[in-house]
């Protein structure tokens, strides 16, 4: 029996004599190797902290103290080392394993939340409250990577833990990555701080030299000691860190076991704020990672995990449309920029940037600012394409509302894997932008339904110069055409069959879905028009009359119903003193669990089997004769 099936929770891995360490790491990075490489997952990242994970079980004792991971990709190996092996079979399956930490799986487990950055504000609040409870013998550890560190909730928190005298240790794990190579002066800031490992060294040495020397030695180590500012001026640059009030430890080698338990030991003794910089490498120990220039395997598909090469074949992408438009459309506006969110690659912005190198702004994890940055922008005359996943955009909402669109910016906003993603479970569905977008005044959406409509929805957009607009479309493969048969309520009419029974407002890419709702009803007599509006808000006044026309009318969209699409077309009608009744179909506003995203749409009847069965219902309702009411 290996090493790691020995560890059913960490006082096991704390049993382990030091010399079984290495193995044991050896053990874990091949087991993340062939499991990962079967179900696809965060591979790099998690390669990069099996040597920093174990060494934080075996010097915290969790959960009495607890073990916070930022953004919680790189779980993995604390999941192995807290009883999960055997999950990690159907890791980000339905019913199996997380690809984050899950309260539902383990008391180890605290942040489920995906979103970069938050884990220092966590610690902050955890540490407050163990010291009102009087059990500041409880440690608080967070986890951060170099990437999140650049999220401007790490500084609003690290403002605060600074300040105190609670036991947070905060571990910065800094392998110079988010994806691409992480931007901006705290990335600088952190490459100083490696380069002057000499300071710690130069420390260790003296300490080692003068406590040798007899009697003169140590105090002159203790005066040496207390000059240690001036040494490190000399050796090192002031911290950063120690300059807001954090002690700082390092750095030090991420996968050199005894050097980080010894400063994991020495954090945890300090029983003040303290941060500890380990240098890891992400993707370490895997060759195929480790050369993987675009993101070291930050995160993978199914792979052959002799030679890392993807197995399942993807198609043309959402991404690779946009992407490619981008490229069309910034070579005939200059004024066009790119901004992301660390995230070029993922978001499709690599082409734009290879092509302009120039005008496009990488920010960090730093979504309030790409998109208060943009309004700066475009207050200077440009228009910037600001490209970020969906659901990131939620942190800055009110960056949207009150510095885009209240003065007007000419902002485009792209959001990438809009709708259900699925497997990165309920942090990662993009389903919440159709609603609290709804409320943004002057802001126009639209949802394309395929590559064609893509690309010409991005060029309307980028064409307003006087309000913020928005695209989004989700993530995978892209229809190439959805043909439109005609015009009508404002939008492509994409199926007309029989009577003005039912119409079907289809939004963005439920298009496939509303095509084969209205396959279900005309195969039920009854007659169906499918529209798409393409720009879904505002409600263009030509749906209503088309919509009065009908029986019923029917919204589909993969957004959550509450404030969505169908609630904005039912207020319109409303509006309108149309009294054509109204079904809307959406997600619910619920913290979906992880699974396929067929599978997630299946559990919350986001079908056009379960919709056409509603439908169905609704339309022998409404023709059924009404019982004579008591009041005629
Ligand atoms: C608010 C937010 N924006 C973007 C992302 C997408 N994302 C996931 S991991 C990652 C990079 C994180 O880099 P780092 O914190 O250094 O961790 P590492 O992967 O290097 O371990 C990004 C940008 C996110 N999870 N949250
Ligand atoms: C952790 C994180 O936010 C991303 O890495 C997430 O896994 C998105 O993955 P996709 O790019 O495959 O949608
Ligand atoms: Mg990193």
Known sequence: MGLLESISEPADLRRLD??????????????????????????GPNLGVVELTVALHRVFESPEDVLLFDTGHQSYVHKLLTGRRAGFERLRQKGGLSGYPS??????????????????????????????????????????????????????????????????VIVV???????????????????????????????????????????????IFETLHGMKKGIKDIVAPQGLFEDLGLKYVGPVDGHDLPALEHALRQAKSYGGPVIVHAITRKGHGYEPAERDEADLFHAVGVIDPETGEPLAASGTSWTSVFADEMVAIGAARDDVVGITAAMCIPVGLDRFGKAFPDRVFDVGIAEQHAVTSAAGMATAGLHPVVAVYATFLNRAFDQVLLDVALHRCGVTFVLDRAGITGDDGASHNGM????????????????????????????????????????????????????????AGGGDVLRREGEEDVLVVSVGAMAELALELADRLTAQGIGVTVVDPRWVKPVDPALVPLAARH???????????????????????????????LRDFGVPAAFLDHARPAEVKAEIGLTAQEISRQVVEAVARLAAPTEPSALS
């Open 103 to 168: 309260r539902a799986e383990s008391p180890h487990d605290v942040i489920e939340n995906s979103h970069a950055s938050t884990s220092l504000s966590y610690a902050d609040g955890l540490a407050k409250a163990f010291q009102l409870q009087g059990r500041t013998d409880r440690h608080v550890v967070a986890v951060i990577g170099d990437g999140a560190l650049t999220g401007g909730m790490a500084w609003e928190a690290m403002n605060n833990i600074a300040t105190g005298d609670r036991p947070v």
């Open 18 to 43: 030091p010399s079984q360490l290495e193995s044991l790491c050896a053990e874990i990075r091949r087991f993340l190797v062939s499991s990962v490489a079967r179900t696809g997952g965060h591979l």
């Open 432 to 487: 919440w932008d159709l609603a609290f977008l709804q409320v943004v005044p002057t802001l126009r959406i639209a949802a394309p339904r395929d590559a064609e409509t893509l690309r010409a929805e991005l060029r309307e957009a980028v064409a307003v110069s006087d309000a913020p607009t928005v695209v989004r479309f989700p993530k995978g493969r892209v229809p190439a055409v959805i043909p439109a048969v005609g015009r």
């Open 173 to 219: 794990n800094d392998n110079e990555r988010s994806y691409a190579p992480t931007i901006g002066g705290m990335a600088r800031h952190l490459a100083t701080l490696r380069t002057t490992s000499g300071y710690e060294r130069f420390l260790d040495w003296g300490k080692g030299v003068l406590h040798r020397t007899p009697v003169v030695g140590p105090p």
């Open 551 to 581: 029986d019923l009318v029917v919204t589909v969209e993969d957004g959550i119903r509450t404030g969505g699409v169908g609630g904005a077309v039912a207020q319109a009608l409303r509006d309108a003193g149309v009294r054509t009744p």
